[in-house]
């Protein structure tokens, strides 16, 4: 997958960032000072693209630019490569689903009326897509029937890194679609499973339950959904160290999420409960028996033989 030159289509260029015209520029005699493709420098930027770009040009004249009309010189450089929305356009990249799941509140068991049905898993793209100048897109999603599907490469990194969203797909009990290449990995999924869970979902649940104080005392406000969810990640993570083996469903502790949920459990006592749980992390990492690290060799593995399987279907 080719990385591309960062570029948002609010951002505005600083001084001193070199860009090209995208418009022939005009003098006052009617005639062309400076063609389109020109470079040029900021030596002046606006305070918003509603105002224009003050460029100098090489021979040293100045001109004024709206937004619409330039764009970085890495940017007009790059092109279409890269690009995985082109090399993709009419290859139905859906269809190379090879596995498929139903993660969130459903998987829980926590689920009500009001809750989506989240389905995730992972796609082998074609091997001439894979191997051409565009790439293929990390993810592709389909938000009018919740859809997501992680490019088999980008799952497996996000999973040596302990992802919990990528972690619950493996372990979840409601899988739909399983190709046996893809029943080849669930069958070895313990392989992603290390001590890196503590930091991961320790990490994220601290950074959350800080953003969530800071509401509190600026809004008065507790999205209590969210917390719900933070709690239950701790509850996870705690399984993974012990049991090696992430518990999708919250059976046992399910009538309490659902109190957070409904706010019907006040904010200390899930503060409370949130610290109560990170003390039993931090005791379930020094008795764990998951590796430091998770099986790189193996994941490596798999992805060349992934490879190789949809070279050998590309050439059939």
Not at 2 to 11: E, I, K, M, N
Not at 176 to 195: C, V, W
Request: aromatic fraction near 10%.
């Amino acid at each position: 997958m080719t990385s591309r030159v960062h570029f948002h289509s609010h951002l505005i260029f600083s001084v001193g960032t070199q860009v090209v015209a995208l418009r022939d520029v005009i003098g006052p005699n009617g005639r062309t000072m400076h063609p389109r493709g020109a470079v040029g420098v900021v030596v002046k930027s606006p305070v918003d693209l509603d105002h224009a770009y003050r460029i100098r040009f090489p021979d040293g004249v100045e001109e004024s630019l709206n937004s619409a009309d330039l764009t970085t010189l890495a940017k007009f450089k790059e092109g279409d490569i890269g690009d995985p929305s082109l090399a993709s356009q009419g290859s139905e990249l859906f269809h190379r689903v090879i596995f498929q799941c139903i993660i969130g509140s459903q998987a829980y068991g926590l689920a009500d009326d009001a809750s989506d049905i989240d389905r995730r898993g992972f796609y082998l793209p074609p091997a001439e897509l894979h191997w051409s100048l565009y790439g293929v897109p990390e993810q592709l999603e389909c938000h009018e029937t919740q859809e997501s599907y992680w490019e088999i490469q980008k799952f497996l990194i996000l999973a040596l890194k302990a992802n919990p969203n990528v972690l619950e797909c493996l372990y979840s009990p409601l899988v739909e679609k399983a190709t046996p290449l893809a029943e080849e990995l669930l069958g070895m999924r313990d392989i992603f499973l290390s001590r890196l869970v503590y930091q991961t979902y320790n990490g994220y649940v601290l950074s959350q339950f800080k953003k969530m104080q800071s509401d509190i005392r600026n809004q008065g406000q507790v999205k209590w959904k969210h917390a719900m969810h933070l709690i239950r990640l701790l509850i996870s993570g705690i399984g993974v160290l012990k049991e090696g083996f992430v518990t999708v469903r919250v059976d046992v502790h399910r009538d309490e999420l659902l109190a957070i949920k409904r706010g019907e459990m006040p904010w200390e006592e899930t503060e409370k409960w949130r610290l109560a749980l990170h003390q039993e992390f931090d005791k379930a990492l020094d008795e764990t028996k998951l590796p430091e690290r998770p099986d790189y060799e193996w994941a490596n593995k798999y992805l060349i033989k992934a490879r190789y399987e949809a070279s050998s279907l590309t050439t059939q």
